[in-house]
């Protein structure tokens, strides 16, 4: 068994994905110089065996990293802007998986579905509002379903309370 160095590994995978590329007509800078395209805008493309390829864009206003299809479909657009990273990714389905928490925080959360949309959990489901209304809007029935159902009171406990209107009064004997 031979040993190479990493160049020299990394060297042969630009040969064959340069050989590749240039069998699909596709642009390709492995050095990272890239070219100027139109505009100015410094391109660096490398083609993956999958078909896929990945272009770096750096412009004055902001560097762009992109990820294709084979179609030429940009997938995946993570834009490196002064106030941070920007990310974008487009295709079939999108899972995402945490064995631990998994959080989203923003100034504002909008969550779009075309059809169907399901909210599914193995505990507790809290919806809360800090500052403003809880709004549910239907075309059609609203179903709320529960072993009891308590309105306006966050804090009692399972059961009728002392002093409800449905028990009848203590006695005092």
């Known amino acids: 068994m031979t040993r190479k160095t990493a160049d020299e590994v990394l060297n042969e995978a630009a040969d064959r994905t340069a050989?590749?590329?240039?069998?699909?007509?596709?642009?390709?800078?492995?050095?990272?110089?890239?070219?100027?395209?139109?505009?100015?805008?410094?391109?660096?493309?490398?083609?993956?065996?999958?078909?896929y390829g990945i272009e770096a864009v750096e412009s004055p206003e902001v560097s762009l990293l992109h990820v294709r299809a084979p179609t030429g479909r940009i997938v995946l657009t993570m834009r490196l802007l002064p106030e941070g990273p920007s990310l974008e990714v487009e295709g079939v389905s999108l899972n995402i998986a945490a064995r631990g928490d998994l959080r989203l925080s923003a100034d504002r959360l909008s969550l779009t579905a075309r059809g169907d949309a399901e909210i599914a959990c193995g505990?507790?489901?809290?919806?809360?509002?800090?500052?403003?209304?809880?709004?549910v809007k239907a075309n059609d029935d609203v179903r709320i379903d529960g072993e009891r159902i308590a309105l306006n009171s966050p804090d009692a406990p399972p059961g009728p309370q002392v002093g409800s209107p449905y028990l009848p009064p203590r006695g005092d004997g």
């Open 19 to 51: 050989g590749e590329a240039s069998a699909r007509g596709a642009d390709l800078d492995l050095a990272g110089g890239g070219g100027a395209a139109a505009g100015g805008d410094a391109r660096t493309q490398v083609m993956l065996r999958s078909g």
């Open 123 to 135: 505990g507790n489901l809290s919806l809360r509002a800090e500052r403003g209304d809880v709004v």
